[in-house]
C-alpha cells in the first residue's frame, strides 16, 4: 500500500503485519535435512518509508531468509537447541537494508524440523554410531599390531608363525630392526607429543653407541644426572640396567622363542 503521510501508525502497522511471520525452508549442513524456521522482523525506521509498504516488505523478507539461509546452510541439524541460540544471536543484530534512506532491520527467529526431517536425523546419527564403532575398533587394531611388532623378537615371531618357514635361513638381525623400526614410528592418538619426539631422539642417539663399554657410560652419565635431580628412584633403575647383561644380537632361531633379545627404550 503507498504510504499515507497522515496516516504513519496505519503504515507502521501494516509493515508489520507482513513481517511478524516470515516461513520458510532452509537447508542445512547435511543434503536432504531441511530447516522449517520462522521468522519474525523489527523495522527500525520511522515512516515516510522509501518504498512502498509492500514492496518494502518484500525486500525485508528476501534479505531476512537470506541471512538466516547463509548461517544455517553450514549447521548441522543434530543438536536443534544449540543452533537455535547461535541462529538467534546472528539474526538479532541490525541489517541495513539498501534504500535510499537506509532502513535498518533485526529479527528473531525460532527453528524446528519436520517430521520426515527428524526422521532423516536419526538415521544420520546411527550411521555416525556404527561408523565411529567400526573406526575405533580398527584404530585399536591398529595400535595394538603396531605397539607389537614395534620389537625386533616380536616380528620374528610372526615370521615363525607364517607358513612354509625355512629354519635354515631366518631373518637377518638388522632387517628385524629395521621392521620393528617401522611399526615404532607409529603412535595412537594421544601419544603423538613432544615427550614421545624426545624420546624417539634419545633412543637414536643411543643406537650410535654400539660397544658395550660405551653403552656402560652413557648409563652411568644418566644415572649420575638422575641422582643430581634428586630423582634417586630412576637412577637405581637405570643402574639395574647397566647391570644386566646387553644382548646386542638375536641369537638362533630356537633361543628368540623363549627369549627374546633385551632392546633399550
Same mark, same amino acid.
Given at each position: 500500500?503507498?504510504?499515507? &503521510?497522515e496516516?504513519p501508525?496505519? @503504515?507502521? &502497522?501494516?509493515?508489520h503485519?507482513?513481517?511478524?511471520r #516470515?516461513?520458510?525452508?532452509?537447508p542445512s549442513?547435511?543434503?536432504g535435512?531441511?530447516? %522449517?524456521?520462522?521468522i519474525? =522482523?523489527?523495522v %527500525?525506521?520511522e515512516?515516510p518509508?522509501?518504498?512502498? =509498504?509492500?514492496?518494502l !516488505?518484500? $525486500?525485508i523478507r #528476501?534479505?531476512?531468509?537470506?541471512?538466516a539461509?547463509?548461517f544455517?546452510?553450514d549447521q548441522?541439524?543434530?543438536?536443534?537447541?544449540a =543452533?537455535?541460540?547461535l541462529?538467534s544471536? %546472528?539474526?538479532?543484530?541490525?541489517r541495513?537494508?539498501?534504500?535510499?534512506?537506509?532502513?535498518?532491520?533485526?529479527a528473531?527467529i525460532r #527453528?524446528?524440523?519436520? $517430521?520426515?526431517?527428524?526422521?532423516?536425523?536419526?538415521a544420520?546419527?546411527?550411521?555416525r554410531r556404527?561408523q565411529?564403532?567400526?573406526?575405533?575398533r580398527?584404530?585399536?587394531r591398529?595400535? !595394538?599390531?603396531? @605397539?607389537?611388532?614395534?620389537?625386533p !623378537?616380536?616380528?620374528?615371531?610372526?615370521?615363525l608363525?607364517?607358513?612354509?618357514?625355512?629354519? +635354515?635361513s631366518p631373518? &637377518?638381525?638388522?632387517d *628385524?630392526?629395521?621392521?620393528?623400526?617401522?611399526f615404532?614410528? %607409529?603412535r595412537?592418538?594421544? +601419544?603423538?607429543?613432544?615427550?614421545?619426539?624426545?624420546?624417539? #631422539?634419545l633412543?637414536?642417539?643411543?643406537?650410535?653407541?654400539?660397544?658395550p663399554?660405551q &653403552?656402560e657410560m652413557?648409563f652411568? =652419565? *644418566?644415572a649420575a644426572g638422575m641422582?643430581?635431580a634428586?630423582?634417586?628412584?630412576?637412577? $637405581?633403575?637405570v643402574?639395574?640396567?647397566?647391570d644386566?647383561?646387553?644382548?646386542?644380537?638375536i641369537?638362533?632361531?630356537?633361543?628368540?622363542?623363549t627369549?627374546?633379545p633385551?632392546?633399550?627404550t
Amino acid at each position: 500500500m503507498p504510504w499515507d &503521510k497522515e496516516s504513519p501508525k496505519k @503504515a507502521r &502497522k501494516a509493515l508489520h503485519r507482513q513481517l511478524e511471520r #516470515i516461513e520458510a525452508r532452509l537447508p542445512s549442513r547435511h543434503d536432504g535435512i531441511t530447516f %522449517h524456521a520462522v521468522i519474525s =522482523v523489527q523495522v %527500525h525506521a520511522e515512516p515516510p518509508y522509501p518504498l512502498d =509498504v509492500g514492496e518494502l !516488505a518484500t $525486500e525485508i523478507r #528476501i534479505s531476512a531468509r537470506d541471512a538466516a539461509s547463509l548461517f544455517l546452510r553450514d549447521q548441522e541439524a543434530v543438536d536443534l537447541a544449540a =543452533v537455535q541460540d547461535l541462529a538467534s544471536r %546472528h539474526l538479532r543484530s541490525r541489517r541495513p537494508l539498501p534504500s535510499d534512506p537506509s532502513i535498518a532491520y533485526s529479527a528473531s527467529i525460532r #527453528i524446528g524440523l519436520s $517430521e520426515q526431517d527428524q526422521a532423516a536425523v536419526a538415521a544420520l546419527l546411527a550411521i555416525r554410531r556404527d561408523q565411529a564403532i567400526q573406526d575405533a575398533r580398527s584404530r585399536q587394531r591398529t595400535d !595394538a599390531v603396531a @605397539a607389537q611388532y614395534a620389537h625386533p !623378537a616380536a616380528v620374528l615371531v610372526r615370521w615363525l608363525e607364517a607358513e612354509a618357514v625355512n629354519l +635354515a635361513s631366518p631373518p &637377518k638381525p638388522q632387517d *628385524l630392526e629395521a621392521i620393528s623400526q617401522m611399526f615404532a614410528q %607409529h603412535r595412537p592418538e594421544g +601419544a603423538r607429543d613432544t615427550e614421545y619426539e624426545l624420546l624417539e #631422539i634419545l633412543r637414536g642417539y643411543l643406537d650410535t653407541f654400539s660397544a658395550p663399554s660405551q &653403552k656402560e657410560m652413557l648409563f652411568t =652419565v *644418566l644415572a649420575a644426572g638422575m641422582r643430581g635431580a634428586h630423582r634417586p628412584q630412576h637412577a $637405581e633403575q637405570v643402574d639395574a640396567l647397566r647391570d644386566r647383561p646387553l644382548q646386542t644380537a638375536i641369537g638362533d632361531v630356537g633361543a628368540a622363542r623363549t627369549q627374546p633379545p633385551e632392546r633399550l627404550t
